[in-house]
């Protein structure tokens, strides 16, 4: 059987870095507030000469050479964001323009934080059906647009980043010990949409809006539908939570990245987090922190790798592989 195998990783982040203590002259907060709730301790900050686009460009092309292909060899390119350029077209366009690919097809999706999860799940489809040989598999973000810089339950939170892959055909014997996707599980609940959403769109308020958010509520519901989709993917693919060598979670609160892998089982040691330096990325957390975990060479060729998110809509999914 034809299987979606991890070929190159790469990311990019703005070269602005916000530490916590520059929000106490912005609203009423502290580092240490920031610290304790979040575990978040700094974010990225794009500035006005960097957008979702350009971050998206160039965290696919780190992908590219870490795989050692060229934008030649791209069959499909999908971008998960849901802070595009424009409202259309989609900026996965924008990105296989930059790129120079005017062959193949590129589209946005928006499932919010569990956009790359989603991404990457909806990629082995397009690749296990035949449809793509090869496919760049983006999460970029610049929520910083998006914020409203006068609330401190949502503006201390979030950052800007991108990360990406490139998934590849390749043939496998449809057992565990194949390289690449083994399985994945994707859920969404419309009726959480006022705990999480952005007060304006196009067929609405003719504007952008601002991100909205009852963490509490967000935070009460998350840990539970974090480790139903996490158990759901680890039983499809045949594998037990101690057999996993890395969990690669959403980077949104280190409190709910630690009350998750407690409940599943997984040890603190296999648990991958980089929110304390990025923040919540939204769509590009989980690139980013894989990107982070394959250069400093803990994960290795092999190993069993567990990505998750939880976010908006609400959505939530898992997707488990072998590296
Ligand atoms: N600085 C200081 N005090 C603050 C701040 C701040 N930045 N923000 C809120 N507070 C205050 C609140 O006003 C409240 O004060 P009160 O008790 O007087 O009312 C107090 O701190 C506690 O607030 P809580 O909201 O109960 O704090 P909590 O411990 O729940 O932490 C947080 C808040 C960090 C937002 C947490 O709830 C959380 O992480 N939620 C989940 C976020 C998430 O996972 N989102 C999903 C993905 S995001 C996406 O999809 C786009």
């Known amino acids: 059987m034809i299987r979606s195998v991890v070929r190159g990783v790469g990311q990019a982040l703005p070269r602005k870095v916000m530490k916590n203590a520059e929000f106490e002259s912005l609203v009423d907060t502290s580092d240490e507030w920031i610290v304790q709730r979040t575990g978040i301790t700094q974010r990225y900050i794009a500035a006005e000469d960097e957008t979702t686009a350009s971050l998206g460009e160039a965290a696919a092309r780190a992908a590219l050479d870490d795989a050692g292909l060229s ?10 964001t849901s802070t595009p350029n424009n409202t259309f077209p989609a900026t996965a366009v924008e990105i296989q323009e930059r790129l120079g690919m005017r062959h193949g097809f590129a589209f946005d999706m928006q499932a919010v934080c569990s956009g790359f999860v989603y991404a990457v799940a909806t990629a082995d489809t397009y690749i296990r059906g035949g449809m793509a040989k090869r496919v760049l598999v983006i999460g970029s973000e610049t929520f910083s647009r998006i914020l409203d810089w ?12 991108a990360g990406a892959i490139v998934l590849e055909a ?3 014997e449809g057992t565990r010990s194949d390289r690449g996707i083994l399985s994945a599980s994707l859920r969404s609940d419309g009726s959480h949409r ?9 067929s609405t308020t003719g504007t952008v809006g601002h991100l909205r958010m009852e963490g509490r509520e967000v935070f009460k519901h998350a840990v539970g539908m974090i480790t139903d989709v996490v158990e759901d993917a680890l039983a499809q693919g045949g594998i037990t939570a101690e057999e996993l060598d890395w969990f690669v979670p959403h980077q949104a609160n280190k409190r709910i990245i630690d009350a998750s892998a407690k409940k599943l ?12 330096l990025h923040g919540n990325t939204s769509a590009a957390s989980v690139p980013l922190a894989l990107a982070a975990a394959v250069a400093d060479g803990r994960i290795k060729e092999g190993d069993y790798v567990l990505l998750e998110a939880m976010g908006g809509g609400f959505t939530w999914g898992a997707v488990l592989l072998r590296w």
């Open 265 to 276: 089982g997984i040890a603190d040691d296999k648990v991958v987090v980089t929110v304390h």
């Open 71 to 80: 934008p030649a060899d791209i069959d499909l390119i999908i971008l998960a």
């Open 150 to 161: 006068t609330d401190r339950t949502t503006c201390v939170l979030f950052g800007d980043g």
């Open 170 to 172: 390749q043939a496998g």
């Open 194 to 202: 006022e705990k999480l959403f952005v007060d304006g769109g196009p």
